[in-house]
């Protein structure tokens, strides 16, 4: 643990702060979360479909004895979703939504380390390519390699999930 001297001035202090997010794969691309949002990470097993549900919804599962949707984040980012395979997992996260907090599955195709970046490798969204800039913290670079920190908040929050949950038996 840094300690910050009282001459250092505020913007210096920020560049050396380092948050801490979970690194995933959606296809060939690396993304991360922050680690605050994330409960715990499971071995998929399967979904339940739920009629009417958003097209980025696969389903729901039991998580001991709760109904918990699950969002397939290749469908949600409006990309190709990956075959299911052994290391495919389901990120189990809390959110903000307007009623208050829940719980949502994010369904990636492998989950791969917790990784420590500084703020001052965290470069601000860019406005083009295929994934909208809102919906994205930023881009952090990890040893040469480009990691999109993506915004969980934003996400789960544009697709009013919370009155589909309300329905779910």
Same mark, same amino acid.
């Given at each position: 643990?840094?300690?910050?001297?009282?001459?250092?001035?505020?913007?210096?202090?920020?560049?050396?702060?380092?948050?801490?997010?979970?690194?995933?794969?959606?296809?060939?691309?690396?993304?991360?979360?922050?680690?605050l949002a994330v409960r715990e990470?499971?071995?998929?097993?399967?979904?339940?479909?739920?009629?009417?549900?958003?097209?980025?919804?696969?389903?729901?599962?039991?998580?001991?004895?709760?109904?918990?949707?699950?969002?397939?984040?290749?469908?949600?980012?409006?990309?190709?979703?990956?075959?299911?395979?052994?290391?495919?997992?389901?990120?189990?996260?809390?959110?903000? /939504?307007?009623? /208050?907090?829940?719980?949502?599955?994010?369904?990636?195709?492998?989950?791969?380390?917790?990784?420590?970046?500084?703020?001052?490798?965290?470069?601000p969204a860019p406005h083009f390519?295929?994934?909208?800039?809102?919906?994205?913290?930023?881009?952090?670079?990890?040893?040469?390699?480009?990691?999109?920190?993506?915004?969980?908040?934003? @996400?789960?929050?544009?697709?009013?999930?919370?009155?589909? @949950?309300?329905?779910?038996?």
């Amino acid at each position: 643990m840094s300690t910050l001297t009282v001459a250092e001035p505020p913007s210096a202090a920020l560049q050396h702060a380092s948050a801490q997010y979970l690194s995933f794969m959606l296809g060939q691309d690396m993304f991360a979360m922050g680690i605050l949002a994330v409960r715990e990470i499971l071995e998929y097993a399967g979904v339940t479909p739920v009629p009417q549900m958003p097209p980025s919804i696969c389903g729901v599962i039991n998580l001991r004895g709760t109904a918990v949707p699950v969002l397939d984040l290749a469908r949600r980012l409006e990309r190709e979703p990956s075959a299911i395979s052994k290391r495919t997992c389901i990120i189990v996260v809390e959110v903000d /939504g307007e009623e /208050g907090p829940f719980v949502i599955g994010i369904l990636v195709d492998a989950v791969n380390a917790v990784l420590d970046i500084p703020a001052a490798d965290i470069e601000p969204a860019p406005h083009f390519g295929a994934v909208k800039a809102d919906l994205l913290h930023g881009i952090g670079k990890v040893s040469g390699r480009f990691v999109l920190l993506l915004n969980v908040q934003h @996400v789960v929050s544009t697709l009013h999930l919370q009155e589909f @949950v309300a329905q779910i038996p």
